[in-house]
């Protein structure tokens, strides 16, 4: 079994900054990449980013590319998001994912998810 345990989340400013962490437990060979999801309010769950394992073939959403970060801590099973410059549009519950294939736009091959952390951007 894979638990997906995220932290990080927060109210802030709009221009201000967040990190969120997604540590992971149990059989973390089963996956090869890790993503983060969002879901507004009333919104469908969005890609954000992702990463595969190696640190390679990084991607992002349009809407957060320049802004946010994606990297992985292997020793400690542990991906972030950097978050900068955050709108109030990024609103949203985030989610960190895991599976063996991660897209942004889609969650076809996702096979874990996190319970997620809340991150409210006020203007």
């Known amino acids: 079994q894979v638990r997906l345990v995220e932290s990080g989340g927060g109210s802030v400013q709009a221009g201000g900054s967040l990190r969120l962490s997604c540590a992971a437990s149990g059989y973390t060979y089963s996956f090869n990449c890790m993503a983060w999801f969002r879901q507004a309010p009333g919104k469908e769950r969005e890609g954000v980013a992702r990463?595969?394992?190696?640190?390679?073939?990084?991607r992002y959403a349009d809407s957060v590319k320049g802004r946010f970060t994606i990297s992985r801590d292997s020793a400690e099973n542990t991906v972030y998001l950097q978050m900068n410059n955050l709108k109030p549009e990024d609103t949203a519950m985030y989610y960190c994912a895991a599976g063996d294939n991660c897209f942004i736009d889609r969650e076809t091959g996702i096979q874990y998810w996190g319970q997620g952390t809340q991150v409210t951007v006020s203007s």
């Open positions: 990463i595969y394992f190696g640190g390679t073939a990084l």
